[in-house]
T-cell receptor, first 113, second 112 residues
Framework: AQSVTQPDIHITVSEGASLELRCNYSYGATPYLFWYVQSPGQGLQLLLKYFSGDTLVQGIKGFEAEFKRSQSSFNLRKPSVHWSDAAEYFC???????????FGAGTRLAVHP | SQTIHQWPATLVQPVGSPLSLECTVEGTSNPNLYWYRQAAGRGLQLLFYSIGIDQISSEVPQNLSASRPQDRQFILSSKKLLLSDSGFYLC???????????FGQGTRLTVV
């Protein structure tokens, strides 16, 4: 069965530090992969997505993610975190028709000044 | 441009009461529509999706139902709420053949 695992429930980093959020997936075919961000009490905003081609994907707000097929991973990175990046981050995999997304449990990011 | 509206933003309802959450999309036609639920400390679970008027598919058995009376309107309902129905409900839309889902701002439902 398809699944998405985000091993880190909470992560705290200092402002200006680098960030990597982990995502591992289980999927029977080449997946569509997404990272979404959710600010408190808000809906989800797409940060970036991977369908095919270059395995390093650039997104909004300075985020990037790298698809590694051999590791079934799609980790999200940012070289320098800003206080406004504090939010919850969700990794998702396209599960088939109609873009039915399967989400990970999310990683809550806190940023210390 | 396309927009998605979801209301109400927050709702507190007693156990056993009915529920109606509404989602509408503007600026597009014949979208795929989705209802997700986010329980506390958990990821998002797909509840229902719809590919057209009166065409609803349920992903998980539950106390909820969905309807799509118009092309760009998607309603989530319950006849009698349970405590376990509490959560954050998100509506999303996608263009046919599209590769990205767009989410509404969500409804925080607390059943007391």
């Amino acid at each position: 069965a398809q699944s998405v695992t985000q091993p880190d429930i909470h992560i705290t980093v200092s402002e200006g530090a680098s960030l990597e959020l982990r995502c591992n997936y289980s999927y029977g075919a080449t997946p569509y992969l997404f990272w979404y961000v959710q600010s408190p009490g808000q809906g989800l905003q797409l940060l970036l997505k991977y369908f095919s081609g270059d395995t390093l994907v650039q997104g909004i707000k300075g985020f990037e993610a790298e698809f590694k097929r051999s590791q079934s991973s799609f980790n999200l990175r940012k070289p320098s975190v800003h206080w406004s990046d504090a939010a919850e981050y969700f990794c998702a995999v396209g599960a088939g028709g109609y873009n039915k997304l399967i989400f990970g449990a999310g990683t809550r990011l806190a940023v210390h000044p | 441009s396309q927009t998605i509206h979801q209301w109400p933003a927050t709702l507190v309802q007693p156990v056993g009461s009915p529920l109606s959450l509404e989602c509408t999309v503007e600026g597009t036609s014949n979208p795929n529509l989705y209802w997700y639920r986010q329980a506390a400390g958990r990821g998002l679970q797909l509840l229902f999706y719809s590919i057209g008027i009166d065409q609803i598919s349920s992903e998980v058995p539950q106390n909820l139902s969905a309807s799509r009376p118009q092309d760009r309107q998607f309603i989530l309902s319950s006849k009698k709420l349970l405590l376990s129905d509490s959560g954050f409900y998100l509506c999303a839309w996608e263009n046919r053949g599209g590769t990205e889902a767009f989410f509404g701002q969500g409804t925080r439902l607390t059943v007391v």
